[in-house]
């Protein structure tokens, strides 16, 4: 938690403030019960109506002065844990763009998107109950105990038996409910995600008629999650009568030893009353407080979640490296690259070498798992290489600022993705003052100018989230285009023509090679017709760069590469192309 009161510091004045007019409505709060005995003891027992008018009054006045501060400290509370909550979901948000894909799919998207929504609302939550209530409830649960030694002493010392006992209750239940709201909190991880693969795979999910197994699974681990709820709650759940029975027990001593000393004169019936009231105040406050330990017991799970994520360093550093332009070096050079994931046994990519050269296109092919999307991450620098440097424009991508890195790259990747709004609005992402002919170009390049003239708004027309109402071949022409709008000097199409038919990418691969400024396309694709007329071809196989040079070349010298053609073509097809 000490990791997140950074985020306090703005809000100093509303974070003393919100606790100090709570301690003041706590003060008039423990008035109360004097004021009734003095009204049962003077004006009561002396029936002087005026004396009790009069106190009617005061405890009027201490209601008012008590709600206008309660109010008050509500207010700043609130202020403070909102402005909280605020800041630091922003700089979580912010953090988390960060990362690299490697902390992204070691930490999983499930697991951030609970941090910035659930974790942040019950932490920022608890801080506003803490300044409203972790310094009143003990400071009216203790001041009780003194107001009670002012009214008599022999009295007082049940509240001194019994205040110890009701916080051994509070606080070992608190230790014992503790880790398992930590545990909750994963299981609550592991349905979110299970939640969102059914949604994201609905469809294949359907198609194999799978969905009895996967409600079997949602269910069993919905059981766990209620297990661990359960009992968490049934420990919780003990506080309440806990409290209430050792509060009932003092409360029968006062009642006893307060009786015992009216009998012999010693005391008087509003006094007893005051030692009752108090004892009833502690009884409200505790159990206040010990609902607050139980949030506070979670948000500080929460709290230990968020700073993990926030002690989660980049594995990647932006560079500052100057580039003075006019350089003659081939656009993109690898020089024996290897690559494993995180967490991975098995290398990915092992001694790349090639070089691009400026307004080459290179067709990358290769076998299910072969290592293509690796390679082309590591371009965009999506991955840092594990071994050996990845060069563009003769300076390794390690020392291009982000901006500039993504400035000179367009990738399209392997699902096509749209954002809600309008196809201009998406057109813009990488060049936001866009025109509308610039847009148009780009859409004639990606065959996706008809999309948009079909359309009755045109570039006006509303995009759902995720692109739901276009066809998957639409919104890959669409995302093409869009990575087209900023001309870029290096181009990447992940797989990204796989919906189109073979007439549109023909016309799509074309129109590539013949555009007005000077660029370097990849096609990644596991199709021959897409990259058999490229300058050249990088074949992998089990992350190894098996083949590089052109089609006719590689269909004479690479075995690999002569499957993949006589797999997709007969003889005569691969001998006429």
């Known amino acids: 938690m000490k990791r997140l ?38 004006g009561v027992a002396g029936r002087d109506q005026g004396y009790v008018l009069l106190m009617g009054a005061v405890l009027l006045l201490l209601g008012i002065v008590g709600l206008v501060s ?29 990362f690299s894909y490697t902390e992204i799919d070691r930490i999983g998207t499930p697991t951030l998107l609970t941090r910035l929504t659930s974790d942040v609302n019950l932490v920022q939550n608890g801080v506003n109950m803490v300044l409203r209530l972790f310094l009143r409830s003990p400071f009216i649960v ?8 002012t009214v008599d002493g022999k009295a007082a010392l049940i509240f001194v038996a019994v205040i110890p006992l009701l916080s051994v209750v509070v606080f070992g239940i608190m ?75 003092g409360l029968v001593a006062v009642l006893w030893i307060g009786g015992d000393q009216v009998n012999t004169g010693r005391l008087q019936q509003g006094e007893v009353v005051a030692l009752v009231n108090y004892m009833s105040q502690i009884l409200v406050e505790l159990v206040k407080l010990a609902n607050l330990i139980i949030l506070l017991t979670r948000s500080l799970a929460c709290a230990k979640r968020i700073a993990a994520v926030l002690e989660t360093e980049p594995s990647m550093t932006e560079g500052n490296g100057k580039f003075s332009g006019g350089s003659r070096a081939p656009r993109v050079i690898m020089e024996d690259v290897s690559f494993t994931y995180a967490g991975a046994g098995d290398a990915a990519l092992e001694h790349i070498s090639f070089r691009a050269g ?12 072969s290592g293509k999307t690796t390679l082309v991450n590591l371009i965009a620098r999506f991955y840092d290489a594990t071994e050996g440097g990845v060069l563009i424009d003769g300076m390794d991508v390690k020392r291009y600022p982000f ?29 936001p003052d866009a025109t509308d002919e610039e847009i148009g170009a780009a ?53 990204s023509a796989s919906a189109l038919d073979f007439a549109t990418d023909a016309r799509l691969r074309r129109a590539l090679r013949d555009l007005e400024w000077d ?14 007329n490229a300058d050249r071809i990088l074949v992998m196989d089990d992350g190894r760069l098996v083949g590089d040079g052109t089609h006719e070349e590689l269909y004479e010298t690479c075995q690999v590469y002569r499957e993949i053609c006589l797999s997709q073509m007969d003889q005569k097809e691969v001998s006429a192309s």
Not at 19 to 40: N, Q, R, S
Not at 179 to 187: C, D, F, M, R, V
Not at 468 to 493: D, F, M
């Open 5 to 42: 009161l950074v985020y306090l510091s703005a809000y100093k004045k509303e974070s003393i403030l919100a606790p100090l007019f709570k301690m003041l409505e706590a003060g008039f709060e423990l008035l109360v019960p004097l004021v009734m005995a003095d009204i049962i003891d003077v």
């Open 70 to 98: 309660s109010v008050t400290a509500q207010y700043f509370a609130a202020k403070a844990a909102t402005g909280f909550g605020r800041r630091l979901r922003q700089d979580l948000f912010v953090h988390i763009n960060a």
């Open 142 to 149: 203790f001041g009780s105990m003194i107001m009670a030694f």
């Open 175 to 249: 230790l014992i409910t503790m880790p398992y709201y930590s545990k909750a909190q994963k299981q609550l991880d592991g349905i979110l995600r299970r939640v969102r693969e059914n949604l994201t795979g609905v469809r294949v999910i359907r198609a194999f008629n799978r969905q009895q197994d996967e409600i079997a699974e949602f269910t069993e681990c919905a059981k766990d999650l209620r297990h661990t709820q359960s009992f968490v709650g049934k420990i919780s759940a003990l506080l309440n009568p806990l409290t209430c029975v050792l509060i009932n027990l």
């Open 358 to 369: 400026r307004g080459e296109t290179v067709g990358v092919i290769g076998g299910t798992g």
């Open 403 to 431: 901006a500039r890195l993504r400035e000179k790259i367009g990738v399209v990747p392997q699902k096509a993705v749209l954002f809600s709004g309008t196809i201009r609005e998406n057109m813009q992402w990488g060049k």
């Open 443 to 495: 859409l004639a390049v990606a065959q996706a100018k008809e999309i948009v003239e079909g359309k009755e708004d045109g570039l006006d027309t509303r995009i759902l989230q995720g692109g739901r109402n276009l066809s998957g071949g639409q919104r890959q022409r669409l995302t093409i285009a869009r990575a087209l709008v900023k001309k870029p000097e290096i181009l990447i199409l992940d797989d």
């Open 519 to 532: 660029t370097t396309v990849f096609l990644v694709s596991q199709r021959i017709s897409t990259v058999q």
